[in-house]
């Protein structure tokens, strides 16, 4: 089992850049693929990029893909994503999940945190 804890939202100016971290508990973090997703006012949830448990692999969604990179530290048990170019359309509440399976479905993420916000003003 894993927990996870979401940090590194705030206030932004368009083109401008922040990166969030997600640090997990848990013995066995390295084993999970890690996910970024965000969920805006009145949206679904909507999946940004994964890594896999080694880091050797990712993927991202078109909407980011070029502006956002997902990295991790498994010695710090810590997932990252840095976000560059942001736009006022980013601006949503950022989770961070975690799997066992990969490439991961979204239902396949079980475990969740409870998000931070990110707010890109024009």
């Known amino acids: 089992q894993v927990q996870v804890v979401e940090s590194g939202g705030g206030l932004v100016q368009a083109g401008g850049s922040l990166r969030l971290s997600c640090a997990a508990s848990g013995r066995t973090f390295s084993r999970y693929t890690m996910g970024w997703f965000r969920q805006a006012p009145g949206k679904e949830r909507q999946f940004l990029a994964a890594i896999i448990w080694s880091g050797s692999s990712t993927y991202y969604s078109d909407s980011v893909k070029g502006r956002f990179t997902i990295s991790r530290d498994n010695a710090k048990n810590t997932v990252y994503l840095q976000m560059n170019s942001l736009k006022p359309e980013d601006t949503a509440v950022y989770y961070c999940?975690?799997?066992?399976?990969?490439?991961?479905?979204?239902?396949?993420?079980?475990?969740w945190g409870q998000g931070t916000q990110v707010t890109v003003s024009s």
């Open positions: 999940a975690a799997s066992s399976s990969w490439p991961a479905r979204y239902y396949e993420y079980g475990y």
